[in-house]
């Protein structure tokens, strides 16, 4: 965190909603959200075969629950067409595209860092493997 910003923990109450960005890591970094999110971002409005393609590995399922709970967050607009066959539609809205800022930085933090977590990971489990008989 830089120096410029004011930054001030939140006292008293839950000491799991101390941290002010809680409850934004809760709403947005959970599994899923962040793929569908990423995905509605980056090629715009979807049909729901198009997102499960997109993420190859989530099930019809958890991709309804997920889109569900981000329609109710304000995050994703679902829009019905009554035709025939019927049509939905999947969007991200100006709220959630207000995140784009947020994960375009953690995009560029990833690219800088991750190599130097996975080294960290490494070397962590190296120290770790003499002291298994214990």
Partial sequence: ???????QPRTGGDPEQACPIAPVVDLVFSRWTT???WALHEYGRQRFVELERRLVTITPKVLTQRLRQLERDGLVRRTYHAEVPPRVEYEITELGSSLAPLFAHLAQWSAGHLDRVEQARQDYDARQRPSRGR
């Fill in 1 to 7: 965190m830089s120096s410029s910003t004011t930054w």
């Fill in 35 to 37: 793929p569908i999110l």
